[in-house]
């Protein structure tokens, strides 16, 4: 199995380390070759211990010279169009080519057209959402259930901050705080606005509940506007919310007997209620590590046959 990578900043890296790491000791891996590596700069034929440019090009470019088995995705969203991802996705998957993502934007804003093309070709989705919490992956092992709700703290960076608020701190301290730790970026609009949380909502929602919703059609809030934290025993949390008739994301005021109260810091949790049960899941929803882990566990589970 030839693989292609896109992206190779610090998942892209890690992605490699797990892979090379692993190569011996899990048996789904003893064929997998890395056919390329795609950044900015351009294409790496192979794989070789630093990044050397083999031939100018673009991620089309690669496709072609590759002629890569799966495709890894592990390039920035670009929420305008999502490209070049999602036209490289309908081109793979048209081709037999099965697709690995990390990258939220296509499924975000065009899930139901990518889903239309699978077929030969894949689609591995889990880094998208909780990174290696598996989410999405969990819920294909969930068959013949009707998932009725969900509704999570899916956003590592306005957890911290709200943690951190109800600790003491003001908003602009708890956000220089989580940019020196590197939780939030130098520029953490999507995330305080409730961008990031709602386009993890979008595909969980057409995932799971089998909605036809793109990013656009989300209701969401962000953190920016919370002055407090904390309201006697209850806390504030960024809240992703979807049942059958709203899907939307907002800061909700919890109490101690809710699973969600109880989440803190940059850890991301999950609450699915289905036809037959309700089921918690929390875990780490940030860090180079944990979001190339998530396209890991697809690699193997599409060796296996379960994607």
Do not use: C, W
Not at 124 to 146: A, K, Y
Not at 150 to 167: A, D, H, P, S, V
Not at 275 to 288: K, S
């Amino acid at each position: 199995m030839k693989i292609l990578i896109l992206g190779y900043g610090n998942v892209g890296k890690s992605f490699v380390k797990l892979v090379l790491e692993k190569k011996e000791s899990v048996p789904e891996l003893k064929d997998v070759e890395i056919g390329g590596i795609v950044n900015r700069r351009g294409i790496m034929l192979g794989y070789r211990d630093e990044f050397e440019v083999s031939l100018k090009g673009d991620v089309f470019t690669a496709y072609e010279k590759v002629k890569p088995d799966v495709i890894i995705d592990m390039m920035s969203a670009n929420y305008k169009d999502g490209n070049p991802s999602l036209t490289l996705y309908k081109t793979a998957l048209k081709d037999g080519v099965s697709v690995i993502t990390t990258n939220k934007a296509p499924l975000a804003l065009a899930y139901r057209e990518v889903m239309s093309l699978v077929g030969k070709g894949r689609l591995g989705f889990q880094g998208t959402v909780m990174s290696g919490t598996p989410s999405i992956n969990l819920l294909r092992i969930l068959p013949g259930v009707e998932v009725k709700r969900i509704r999570g703290i899916l956003n590592g960076t306005t957890n911290f901050i709200l943690t951190n608020m109800y600790k003491g701190q003001s908003f602009e301290e708890a956000l220089k705080e989580a940019q020196r730790l590197g939780y939030a970026e130098e520029d953490p609009t999507l995330d305080i606005n409730g961008f990031d949380a709602a386009a993890k909502l979008t595909i969980l929602a057409n995932f799971a509940m089998k909605k036809n919703v793109s990013i656009r059609d989300i209701k969401f809030e962000g953190i920016q506007n919370v002055k407090e934290a904390i309201k006697g025993n209850r806390k504030v949390k960024l809240i992703a919310y979807a049942d059958n008739s709203k899907i939307e994301v907002s800061p909700t005021e919890l109490t101690p007997e809710d699973p969600l109260y109880h989440v803190d810091g940059v850890e991301n949790a999950l609450e699915i209620m289905t036809d037959i049960q309700t089921i918690v899941i929390r875990g780490p929803g940030a860090g180079p590590i944990n979001a190339a882990y998530g396209a890991f566990s697809d690699l193997i589970l599409l060796k296996r046959g379960f994607i």
